[in-house]
């Protein structure tokens, strides 16, 4: 059994920061990408950024140079700091990790989502 918990998801107003966090827990042997999602009402599921388990990172054009994804593998956790928000990035933010459980299966997970909101 796999879990991933997101929190540190809120209200702010615009130009104010949250950082995310994740959390994944369970059997787990390994774990590869981890990223962020989010959708806002009426549109798809989108990337925000990922990360390697080497620390190579990727972000949606929205938000580079604003959004810094990073993560502590000890921990199995993933972090996103969110600077200069805008209300555009409102929506409800998704975790989601590819990983090997115990004892070696590997397949995407997904975090229950946390919402953001920003607004004056």
């Known amino acids: 059994q796999v879990q991933l918990v997101e929190s540190g998801g809120g209200l702010v107003q615009p130009g104010g920061s949250l950082r995310l966090s994740c959390v994944a827990s369970?059997?787990?042997?390994?774990?590869?990408?981890m990223g962020w999602y989010r959708q806002a009402p009426g549109k798809q599921r989108e990337l925000v950024a990922a990360i390697t388990s080497g620390g190579s990172t990727k972000y949606a054009d929205s938000v580079k140079g604003r959004f810094t994804i990073s993560r502590d593998n000890a921990k199995n956790t993933v972090y996103l700091q969110m600077n200069s928000l805008k209300p555009e990035d409102t929506a409800v933010y998704y975790c989601?990790?590819?990983?090997?459980?115990?004892?070696?299966?590997?397949?995407?997970?997904w975090g229950q989502g946390t919402q953001v909101t920003v607004s004056p």
């Open positions: 989601n990790a590819d990983l090997v459980t115990i004892p070696s299966t590997r397949r995407g997970y």
């Open positions: 369970g059997s787990i042997r390994s774990i590869y990408n």
